[in-house]
């Protein structure tokens, strides 16, 4: 049964003085890009103009990052970046950790037409790169998820119109990160964020606690709370000022401790905190004021899905998870709890074993958006883990959708199992890697690709960095691996115990850098370590703070 989409279920639909901005931007650009073209702007003078624009220099051509705001997509929208893949680039794109899509074969003189196509389904480029606030990231079950506080889908997308080409923050010292659930569990890596939001229902409204200084890259550090109870109305005000102390503190003078989380830690959170209550004392918190009108007038241009199913929509899936096994296994990791008892939340693997994580093809981008119009309302989730959701799918139709996605090659059942690996482009494309990560995920992927043996070892997170910048996010997986160059060769460190959510954790070393077959043997031997010696319903992280790194380091090491 064919359910009729609505194009701005799940996301902001635009008005008319949104897309005047859009072609504005474009022009502007497109001149811009003339200039560079023919020589009259240099690269150097070029750089910060395309940055602006979501357009970086790699190693082998043009990548243009398209902005995906808090991780919604539509139909048409899916379609249309199939359509960019397949005309401007190699059919494929890359869906990234900031819930963004990558083009990694773009031509420059290309951009501006890939601009304006974007622009024709309310799509752009804008603050996906530079030092300005860039895309903000959410929970890919927002507004569906059983267990939500709160959808926080709202107040991401006025965050986003706040931050958007805000005048005092687009040359910041460093680029800034902002990330918002309204769920009791962290999905969003609050923690591993410049500034974090965790929402929730107050009695007078919503209230979010704020974290701030946390990050990955160079120096890892896990935010820390700086508020517990922001009121709905102050949040821009609060997010201001958090900005404008950072603006006018933060180190500008190296690069590597200019981001929030250095000067957080060099004056203390304390001092920090002062510092932003003694700026929102200064400013006029009238005109930050975030009133109910407001928040009802961006709900408002929000459509919320018909969700009518048939009563006996629950049994209809049990049957078929009875009837076929194959089906019941992918339904137990590729599914999340729904509000609605006659819906559920399906997520599609971008991470089949062997294959490169979160690779789409043009083809298969067009066949999930029409999965998409049948099965869950038009509407496209992408998660910051680099795989896909369809948030509102009927239980009766989960298996009609579970054959659609097998026909497409994208039914791995193996969410958060260790096959779903996260990866950055690593050395195949950017010229700040020291080595390639996308052939070792792939061989880690088809090492442990057997459904019997994932299951066996149940729920375990590998995340690869092909660099210290750690587009990957490797701090934060159980398994972690980071590319380095040892004296011109590509090797591999790993790392043990990381924790995006609730319990935030820095992985730690173990040691001395693996070359690439060496990396995937040691990884086989720290799994079959826990395995053997786990206790009963024992997980990966409790076995590792049990028996400390140095077991696992001794069994890594063995053979080398």
Not at 181 to 206: K, Q, W, Y
Not at 290 to 306: N, S, W
Not at 421 to 433: F, H, Q, T
Request: glycine content about 8%.
């Amino acid at each position: 049964m064919t359910q009729p989409a609505s194009r701005s279920v799940g996301h902001y639909q635009y008005e008319e003085r949104d897309r005047t901005f859009l072609q504005e931007r474009i022009n502007e650009f497109e001149g811009q890009v003339r200039r560079r073209l023919s020589g009259e702007l240099s690269e150097e003078e070029f750089k910060p103009l395309r940055l602006m624009n979501g357009v970086y220099l790699q190693l082998h051509a043009y990548m243009l990052r398209v902005a995906i705001p808090y991780g919604v997509l539509d139909s048409r929208q899916l379609h249309r970046l199939a359509d960019i893949a397949a005309r401007y680039d190699r059919n494929y794109g890359h869906f990234t950790t900031r819930q963004n899509i990558q083009f990694n074969w773009i031509a420059l003189k290309d951009v501006p037409t890939i601009l304006r196509e974007l622009a024709e389904v309310d799509m752009h480029a804008i603050q996906t790169s530079g030092n300005c606030i860039r895309n903000v990231t959410s929970d890919e079950f927002a507004g569906a998820a059983k267990d939500e506080l709160m959808d926080p889908r709202i107040h991401a997308e006025i965050v986003r119109q706040w931050s958007t080409l805000h005048p005092e923050f687009t040359f910041l010292p460093r680029k800034f990160k902002i990330a918002i659930s309204g769920s009791p569990e962290d999905r969003v890596a609050a923690r591993f964020h410049d500034i974090g939001l965790l929402a929730r229902p107050g009695e007078n409204g919503p209230l979010f606690r704020l974290f701030v200084g946390g990050g990955l890259g160079r120096t890892p550090v896990v935010g820390q709370e700086l508020f517990d109870s922001v009121k709905e109305e102050d949040l821009i005000a609060t997010l201001e000022a958090v900005l404008r102390v950072y603006n006018a503190f933060g180190r500008r003078d190296n690069l590597y401790k200019a981001r929030i989380k250095i000067l957080v830690q060099t004056i203390g959170l304390e001092a920090f905190r002062k510092a932003v209550e003694e700026e929102l004392a200064r400013m006029d918190r009238s005109a930050y004021r975030l009133t109910p009108e407001h928040v009802a007038q961006i709900r408002a241009r929000f459509a919320l899905p018909d969700l009518k199913a048939p009563a006996d929509a629950a049994d209809v899936l049990e049957q078929h998870r009875k009837a076929d096994p194959v089906f019941a296994r992918w339904v137990a990791s590729n599914t999340h709890p729904h509000q609605d008892e006659g819906h559920i939340c399906a997520v599609i693997s971008l991470k089949t074993p062997g294959a490169i994580p979160g690779d789409v093809t043009a083809e298969q981008m067009h066949g999930l958006a029409d999965l998409s119009e049948r099965h869950s309302f038009g509407e496209v989730r992408v998660t910051h883990l680099q795989n896909l959701v369809f948030g509102h799918v009927r239980k009766d139709q989960l298996h009609e959708l579970w054959q659609g996605l097998k026909a497409l090659g994208l039914a791995a059942p193996n969410v958060g199992l260790i096959s779903d690996i996260v990866s950055c482009p690593g050395l195949d494309y950017c010229n700040l890697a020291n080595a390639r990560s996308l052939p070792l995920a792939q061989k880690l992927g088809a090492r442990f690709g057997d459904a019997d043996l994932q299951a066996e070892i149940g729920a375990l997170s590998i995340h690869m960095s092909g660099c210290i910048n750690a587009c990957g996010h490797h701090h934060v997986g159980n398994i972690g691996l980071l590319g380095v160059d040892k004296r011109g060769a590509e090797t591999y460190q790993i790392l043990l115990g990381g924790d995006a959510g609730e319990n935030a954790a820095i992985g730690g070393i173990l040691g001395p850098s693996f070359a690439e077959d060496e990396a995937v043997d040691a990884v086989a031997r720290i799994v079959e370590f826990y395995l053997g010696q786990r206790q009963k319903g024992e997980t990966f992280a409790a076995m590792l703070k049990r028996c400390g790194l140095k077991a696992f380091k001794e069994v890594a090491y063995e053979t080398v």
